[in-house]
């Protein structure tokens, strides 16, 4: 295998997993009390959003299919007892039991999204919550410079495509690696949750208003982290904000790179 050349990226992404979780607090605290809360993180990774929940009361099943991420996830949660880790995919999970349920880069990843979605209308509480952030494949940054790989045009390709550039071109990884993204349209995104019977709304602006003051929160990319600290800089903030928003037009369809979206159980 060649050095993939986002190591660095992905190691820097890994490091902020806690102050992504605190987002994700902070959006969650505003409709719910996390008290003693039961929720569900879908693909928890290294743990750093699970963490950051039950620091703030709440019990936390935490789920993913890569044993490495598992073992560092236990690894840095092991002094939480309301921290349930398991290795494993979204399944055979009780009925109307979980308060919220995140998926935080998760959608993506998973081979049939409509089946997910499903699972966690299935087992969310009447009213439950469920978070979700996926990147947008028609976004043209993320055309320009897939958000994964920091390719062009990668954004577009199936996950079948994708994988055979990365493991047979370039070989940045093994042929053995599962994970490969495939990225969801505006269209798609809505006709999944829609489909699902889940009442949703966007939440970019309050999720962008609440990582300017803390850009780890959000960005990973130093490009991305210095082009923030600049605007916070010259004060640039509300100008920046004014191109964020939440409804279903071209901003969302074609220009925003990330979907925040809180979405509740009918």
């Known amino acids: ?47 750093g ?22 073992a560092q996830a236990i690894q840095i949660t092991n002094l939480y007892d309301s921290i349930e880790i398991m290795q494993g995919e979204l399944a ?8 919220a349920i995140i998926l935080n880069d998760v959608l993506e990843h998973v081979k049939n999204p409509h089946q997910t979605l ?16 996926t990147p947008n494949k028609w976004s043209l940054l993320n055309i320009f410079c897939d958000p994964h790989y920091s390719l062009p045009f990668v954004a577009l390709l199936s996950r079948k495509n994708v994988k055979r550039i ?18 969801l349209s505006f269209t798609q995104l809505k006709n999944l949750i829609d489909n699902n019977q889940f009442e949703w709304s966007l939440i970019n602006t ?7 003051k803390e850009p780890e929160f959000l960005w990973s990319r130093r490009l991305h982290l210095n082009i923030i600290k600049k ?18 037009g071209i901003f969302n369809k074609f ?4 979907w925040y979206i809180l979405a509740k159980r009918v």
């Open 166 to 183: 990365i493991t047979n071109y370039l070989k940045w990884h093994s042929k053995q690696k599962k994970d490969f993204p495939q990225l």
């Open 92 to 99: 055979n999970e009780p009925g109307s039991y979980y308060d």
């Open 118 to 133: 499903r699972q966690c209308g299935e087992t969310l509480k009447k009213d439950g919550l469920l978070y979700i952030s």
């Open 255 to 258: 220009i925003n790179p990330t």
């Open 231 to 248: 605007i916070k800089r010259f004060k640039l903030e509300k100008f920046f904000i004014k191109f964020i928003n939440d409804r279903h």
């Open 1 to 47: 295998m060649i050095k993939n050349p986002n190591t660095s990226l992905w190691t820097h992404y890994e490091e902020n997993a806690i102050s992504r979780g605190n987002l994700v607090v902070q959006i969650l605290s505003k409709h719910m009390n996390l008290e003693s809360a039961q929720i569900m993180d879908v693909g928890c990774g290294t743990g």
């Open 206 to 212: 309050t999720t962008v208003l609440l990582a300017l």
């Open 49 to 70: 959003l699970s963490l950051a929940l039950a620091r703030a009361g709440a019990r936390v099943k935490a789920i993913d299919p890569d044993p490495v991420k598992i």
